[in-house]
């Protein structure tokens, strides 16, 4: 018995997998879809009757069957299987390795089995930017950071993490009551009680430098709550700034590694950006640090900063100070 469920992602694939191996022999095809012949000549036999508007001769997909072999003699623009993109993997891969950390999961095989599939998919049709293992925004040290973070979690212990602000350009030392992990866009966050500044922080995990397991329990306050994550996972904060900025195709990767929102594509491949900011002198150096490949569009202030920054540097390049002979 096959459901609709199961039946519709197979009919879909059936064609392709066909058209590049004319002449499999049905039990081997039945094989490799995990259905018995049966079922797989029922399904071939659904194909008949499916294809393009009009539905007459050269719309339908046609089969032709030799003894126990099938060969697609018209594809009906069939010819290509379904592909997860590049982020679709990824943000499903992160998601099932979160899933299958989380104590209490129902089945757990069944995780790890949908996350083989779809590793052996990626690994052979390497959709740009997925790092097959680890997720494309989820490098060997964020890996190792989310399964002691996990541990963390499970056994309701304290931490004290070393954590990069890049909207600050800071590192800092804290002591962190775990609450949650959760996965937002394909980025792992752990979500905690922060004792330096005694709120609820989301920290990212690659911008975690260092953890440390303590010999405390984890106590959120009563009052530490989840954060609403409906509209994204950063919202604005007293004093922070938003810079409207328009990258071109080289600096697409700011809008990867920093918090970014109201993302918009534009013609060449660029992109426009809004992204908040605490301190101006490291937004400055930010977008000097790009080479020419953003545009600042708004604030006017930080236009002129940058202005003025790289005019002194070019005056500073042209006319280096003399220095005295020792």
Not at 98 to 114: F, I, K, S
């Given at each position: 018995?096959?459901?609709?469920?199961?039946?519709?992602?197979?009919?879909?694939?059936?064609?392709?997998?066909?058209?590049?191996?004319?002449?499999?022999?049905?039990?081997?095809?039945?094989?490799?879809?995990?259905?018995?012949?049966?079922?797989?000549?029922?399904?071939?036999?659904?194909l008949w009757m499916c294809g393009l508007p009009g539905y007459g001769p050269g719309d339908l997909i046609d089969l032709s069957f030799e003894g126990d072999t099938i060969v697609v003699t018209?594809?009906?623009?069939?010819?290509?299987?379904?592909?997860?993109?590049?982020?679709?993997?990824?943000?499903?891969?992160?998601?099932?390795?979160?899933?299958?950390?989380?104590?209490?999961?129902?089945?757990?095989?069944?995780?790890?089995?949908?996350?083989?599939k779809i590793e052996d998919a990626a690994g052979q049709s390497r959709p740009a930017g997925v790092v097959v293992g680890g997720g494309v925004r989820e490098g060997a040290r964020a890996a190792r950071t989310r399964e002691a973070v996990a541990g963390a979690l499970h056994q309701r212990r304290a931490l004290r993490i070393r954590y990069y602000t890049a909207s600050k350009d800071q590192i800092t030392e804290r002591t962190v009551d775990p609450m949650r992990l959760v996965i937002v866009q394909a980025v792992g966050y752990l979500e905690a009680w922060c004792r330096r500044v005694e709120d609820v922080r989301l920290f990212r995990l690659d911008r975690i430098d260092d953890l440390t397991l303590l010999d405390e329990p984890a106590a959120p306050p009563a009052h530490a709550h989840p954060t609403d994550l409906s509209d994204g996972v950063f919202s604005a904060r007293p004093g922070q700034r938003t810079a409207h900025l328009v990258l071109d195709p080289d600096a697409r990767w700011v809008a990867e590694y920093y918090p970014c929102e109201e993302l918009a594509e534009l013609d060449g491949g660029r992109l426009r950006i809004g992204m908040r900011y605490s301190d101006e002198p490291w937004m400055v150096r930010l977008v000097l640090s790009l080479g020419g490949g953003a545009l600042?569009?708004?604030?006017?202030?930080?236009a002129e900063a940058v202005r003025r920054r790289a005019a002194d540097a070019v005056a500073r390049a042209r006319h280096p100070a003399s220095t005295s002979d020792r």
């Open positions: 018995m096959s459901g609709s469920g199961e039946r519709m992602p197979r009919l879909l694939a059936l064609v392709p997998y066909l058209l590049a191996r004319p002449g499999i022999r049905i039990d081997e095809a039945a094989h490799d879809f995990d259905v018995t012949p049966r079922q797989l000549r029922k399904d071939l036999e659904l018209h594809d009906a623009g069939m010819s290509r299987p379904l592909r997860l993109t590049g982020a679709e993997a990824t943000a499903m891969l992160v998601a099932l390795r979160a899933l299958a950390e989380t104590p209490g999961v129902a089945d757990g095989d069944a995780v790890r089995r949908a996350i083989a600042v569009e708004h604030p006017p202030e930080l």
